[in-house]
């Protein structure tokens, strides 16, 4: 058997395990080899939106995923513990609670906070680098927003609504934005003016961010002073106290009261690789140096990823960024040589990553990025940036946990936002209180019962009459354009083939065909599909009732002939089918009862009708209606509310539903 051990759930280690699972998978391997991840923690953490906890855009559990979810169904062993040693020579990896053999190691243990031995930081600031870093800062906040409406002494209220970030690198802004965009909120649920709240984003830097392009970092530091930041650069920190920090700008330094100073200044290696580090060649900050195949040069069999890897990319100067782009990177280039080195077949992968751009957000409402190929970027500024991150967080999320994620993804960031802190505002946030839904759905209900009713009244049951009711409608359709002026046919015909230049007098003359005819017809043949609209034979005094829709698809016609009309037998089984659909989504819309798929159902029976027999403008009421009520329609005052947390618990104990993530908590 051979033993395959990742340190780390970190984003290189998650993504190294699943890699090198599927691979060793569909080469037969699965059971020949064992993949233990070990963590401290059992879930993985999206560090890169800690300061959206922190600052209380998102929930807390939105950042964070159990790891035997992430690893469900596959053959690999997820381990809680917390390495404190490795034996190189003995191929051992040395936990508190016990040890683990490997044949490959792959360190992948993260970083920590480094304070570069500023006096005071580590004992008295707040970092931001793991979850119980953002959990614990988001309830700092609210305590001093809390503490300061009931002080009575002006220096401690002071000291209490006074915030310094230390760092504009990402972490950083990306905090001090999220913060600024909070402070507006907090100040009025506890009462405070804005104007007493001090916010300070401080580093050694000459600008915000500076892997950025100068102008994008310009762009960070307008934005931060509009939403109320001080920004000071060239300024270092020389001392963190108990509410007070001290900077040093030239050779002058001044202290500052602040009640709450964060610590975003840098990052180094953690402890346990730091420690491998000091036993084999390595960088500053405990970086692992590594060849070009990823393995360490001391230990051919120990592959360094992540932020531990030091190493200097073909062509490039500096080494890699400690970035999550560079963590997916490496992730692969590892699992293909470990599966190369095990399989004797095929080369190892020299790593050549290459990266496709960097992007800060400034709160929820805005940011900017640069990214494209390799070598051709642009800069994206406010709606395109936060577009392009939320994409990219996405294509992540598709890789370490599918379809629930993304659901669970969408949901914090669109769906339940609160106080408009998307970059859509809150458009799409579930403002209106679903039980106001509950008379549209149980309407529709009511409606789609009395249709099929009265196609059982009808005869549905008993005899053939699809023939009739599609033909009727085509005749029926078939009559009206008979009655249309050939001048507003030639009028439309030519409005469909030059649409710029002659949409205008298309329309005048298919008016005054209205006007003599009393029937309107736009025919737009859009090669997919032909559309027509028409009204009533009296135009002065037809009402909507008289309008119909139709969508004419071809294949929809062919099959409605071919298909549906074959045979008496086929049209029985076709009015069966729909009568039954029809009593049985008007049922559960009623009740409340898998409203998710009656309000689908009810969905594909308009298309179909609008299609096959066309739809009076009076019942489009419908559709709308079914798009309204399809999500979480049932929840309230419905049988849903009971039956979906019943099935879904059973639902995710399904094995391939764990292993291929369609479910949703």
């Given at each position: 058997?051979?033993?395959?051990?990742?340190?780390?759930?970190?984003?290189?280690?998650?993504?190294?395990?699943?890699?090198?699972?599927?691979?060793?998978?569909?080469?037969?391997?699965?059971?020949?080899t064992?993949?233990t991840?070990?963590?401290?923690?059992?879930y993985?953490t999206?560090?890169?939106?800690?300061?959206?906890?922190?600052a209380?855009?998102v929930?807390?559990e939105?950042?964070?995923?159990?790891?035997?979810?992430i690893?469900?169904?596959?053959?690999?062993?997820?381990?809680?513990?917390?390495?404190?040693?490795?034996?190189?020579?003995?191929?051992?990896?040395?936990?508190?609670?016990?040890?683990?053999?490997?044949?490959?190691?792959?360190v992948?243990?993260?970083?920590?906070?480094?304070?570069?031995?500023?006096?005071?930081?580590?004992?008295?600031?707040w970092?931001?680098?793991?979850?119980?870093?953002?959990?614990?800062?988001?309830?700092?906040?609210?305590?001093?927003?809390?503490?300061?409406?009931?002080?009575?002494?002006?220096a401690?209220?002071?000291?209490?609504l006074?915030f310094?970030?230390?760092?504009a690198?990402?972490?950083?802004?990306e905090?001090?934005?999220?913060?600024?965009?909070?402070t507006p909120?907090?100040?009025?649920?506890?009462g405070?003016?804005?104007e007493?709240?001090?916010?300070?984003?401080?580093?050694?830097?000459?600008?915000?961010v500076?892997i950025?392009?100068?102008?994008?970092?310009?762009?960070?530091?307008?934005?931060?002073?509009?939403?109320?930041?001080?920004?000071?650069?060239?300024?270092s920190v020389?001392?963190?106290?108990?509410?007070?920090?001290?900077?040093?700008?030239?050779?002058?330094?001044?202290?500052?009261?602040?009640?709450?100073?964060?610590?975003t200044?840098?990052?180094?290696s953690?402890?346990?690789t730091?420690?491998?580090?000091s036993?084999?060649?390595?960088g500053?900050?405990?970086?692992?140096?590594?060849?070009?195949?990823?393995?360490?040069?001391?230990?051919?069999?120990?592959?360094?990823?992540?932020?531990?890897?030091?190493?200097?990319?073909?062509g490039?100067?500096?080494?890699?960024?400690?970035?999550?782009?560079?963590?997916?990177?490496?992730?692969?280039?590892?699992?293909?040589?470990?599966v190369?080195?095990i399989?004797?077949s095929?080369?190892?992968?020299?790593y050549?990553?290459?990266?496709?751009?960097v992007m800060?957000c400034?709160g929820?409402?805005?940011?900017?990025?640069?990214?494209?190929?390799?070598k051709?970027?642009?800069?994206?500024?406010?709606?395109?940036a936060?577009?392009?991150?939320h994409?990219?967080?996405?294509i992540?999320?598709?890789?370490?946990?599918?379809?629930?994620?993304?659901?669970?993804?969408l949901?914090?960031?669109f769906?339940?936002?609160r106080?408009?802190?998307?970059?859509?505002?809150?458009?799409?946030?579930?403002?209106?209180?679903?039980?106001?839904l509950?008379?549209?759905?149980?309407?529709?209900?009511?409606?789609?019962?009395?249709?099929g009713?009265?196609?059982?009244?009808?005869?549905?049951?008993?005899t053939?009459?699809?023939a009739?009711?599609?033909?009727?409608?085509n005749?029926?359709?078939?009559?009206?354009l008979?009655?249309?002026?050939?001048?507003?046919?030639?009028?439309?015909?030519?409005?469909?083939?030059?649409?710029?230049d002659?949409?205008?007098?298309a329309?005048?003359?298919?008016?005054?065909?209205?006007v003599?005819?009393?029937?309107?017809?736009?025919?737009?043949?859009?090669?997919?599909?032909?559309l027509?609209?028409v009204s009533?034979?009296d135009?002065?005094?037809?009402?909507?009732?008289?309008?119909?829709?139709?969508?004419?698809v071809?294949?929809?016609?062919w099959?409605?002939?071919?298909?549906?009309?074959?045979?008496?037998?086929m049209?029985?089984?076709?009015?069966?089918?729909i009568?039954?659909?029809?009593i049985l989504?008007?049922?559960g819309?009623?009740?409340?009862?898998?409203?998710?798929?009656?309000?689908?159902?009810s969905l594909?029976?308009?298309?179909?009708?609008?299609?096959?027999?066309?739809?009076?403008?009076?019942?489009?009421?419908?559709?709308?209606?079914?798009?309204a009520v399809l999500?979480?329609?049932?929840?309230?005052?419905?049988?849903?509310?009971?039956?979906?947390?019943?099935?879904?618990?059973?639902?995710?104990?399904?094995?391939?539903?764990?292993?291929?993530y369609?479910?949703?908590?």
């Amino acid at each position: 058997m051979i033993k395959i051990v990742v340190i780390g759930a970190g984003y290189a280690g998650v993504l190294a395990t699943k890699k090198l699972e599927k691979k060793l998978r569909k080469k037969k391997l699965a059971d020949l080899t064992e993949i233990t991840i070990i963590d401290k923690h059992p879930y993985h953490t999206m560090l890169t939106e800690l300061h959206e906890v922190a600052a209380c855009r998102v929930g807390e559990e939105s950042i964070k995923m159990n790891l035997k979810q992430i690893f469900a169904g596959r053959k690999v062993n997820v381990v809680l513990d917390e390495v404190t040693n490795v034996d190189f020579k003995e191929q051992k990896v040395k936990g508190r609670t016990e040890e683990y053999d490997y044949d490959y190691l792959v360190v992948a243990a993260g970083s920590k906070p480094t304070y570069f031995g500023v006096e005071g930081a580590k004992e008295n600031s707040w970092p931001l680098w793991s979850y119980d870093d953002a959990v614990a800062l988001r309830d700092r906040i609210h305590n001093c927003f809390r503490m300061a409406a009931d002080e009575v002494d002006p220096a401690k209220r002071k000291e209490l609504l006074s915030f310094y970030v230390v760092g504009a690198g990402f972490t950083g802004v990306e905090m001090v934005g999220e913060l600024a965009e909070y402070t507006p909120i907090l100040c009025k649920r506890f009462g405070i003016d804005r104007e007493e709240v001090t916010i300070v984003d401080v580093d050694g830097l000459s600008r915000p961010v500076p892997i950025l392009p100068e102008k994008l970092s310009n762009k960070v530091d307008r934005r931060l002073k509009k939403m109320g930041v001080e920004v000071v650069m060239n300024t270092s920190v020389v001392g963190v106290g108990q509410g007070s920090i001290k900077l040093k700008q030239n050779d002058n330094v001044t202290e500052h009261v602040a009640g709450t100073v964060i610590w975003t200044a840098g990052i180094e290696s953690s402890e346990i690789t730091s420690e491998l580090a000091s036993r084999v060649q390595s960088g500053g900050r405990g970086r692992i140096q590594v060849d070009e195949y990823l393995r360490s040069v001391d230990y051919e069999n120990v592959y360094v990823i992540g932020d531990n890897m030091l190493f200097t990319a073909p062509g490039e100067e500096r080494p890699v960024p400690q970035m999550v782009e560079n963590a997916e990177h490496s992730a692969a280039t590892v699992s293909k040589n470990i599966v190369a080195e095990i399989t004797k077949s095929g080369e190892k992968e020299s790593y050549n990553p290459k990266f496709h751009g960097v992007m800060v957000c400034v709160g929820g409402r805005y940011g900017v990025a640069r990214g494209g190929l390799a070598k051709h970027q642009i800069n994206f500024a406010s709606f395109f940036a936060m577009f392009a991150k939320h994409f990219i967080n996405i294509i992540y999320f598709i890789q370490v946990m599918g379809w629930t994620k993304i659901i669970s993804y969408l949901k914090h960031e669109f769906f339940t936002i609160r106080n408009n802190r998307s970059f859509l505002g809150g458009h799409f946030s579930n403002k209106t209180p679903s039980f106001l839904l509950v008379p549209l759905r149980f309407w529709l209900g009511c409606v789609w019962v009395f249709e099929g009713v009265m196609k059982i009244v009808e005869g549905w049951l008993t005899t053939p009459m699809l023939a009739g009711f599609f033909g009727g409608a085509n005749s029926w359709f078939d009559s009206l354009l008979g009655r249309i002026d050939p001048a507003a046919t030639d009028a439309v015909a030519s409005a469909s083939t030059e649409v710029v230049d002659t949409v205008a007098s298309a329309s005048t003359a298919v008016a005054d065909a209205a006007v003599s005819t009393g029937t309107v017809l736009f025919d737009f043949n859009l090669k997919i599909f032909e559309l027509i609209l028409v009204s009533g034979t009296d135009l002065a005094s037809s009402t909507i009732s008289d309008i119909a829709f139709k969508i004419q698809v071809p294949f929809v016609d062919w099959f409605v002939n071919n298909a549906v009309l074959a045979s008496d037998g086929m049209q029985m089984f076709m009015q069966i089918v729909i009568v039954i659909m029809q009593i049985l989504i008007g049922l559960g819309l009623m009740g409340g009862c898998f409203t998710f798929l009656s309000a689908g159902v009810s969905l594909v029976l308009q298309a179909m009708f609008v299609t096959t027999t066309g739809l009076y403008l009076n019942t489009f009421w419908m559709i709308f209606a079914g798009i309204a009520v399809l999500i979480g329609g049932g929840y309230t005052i419905g049988i849903d509310y009971y039956l979906m947390p019943f099935l879904k618990k059973h639902w995710k104990n399904v094995k391939w539903v764990r292993k291929w993530y369609l479910y949703n908590d």
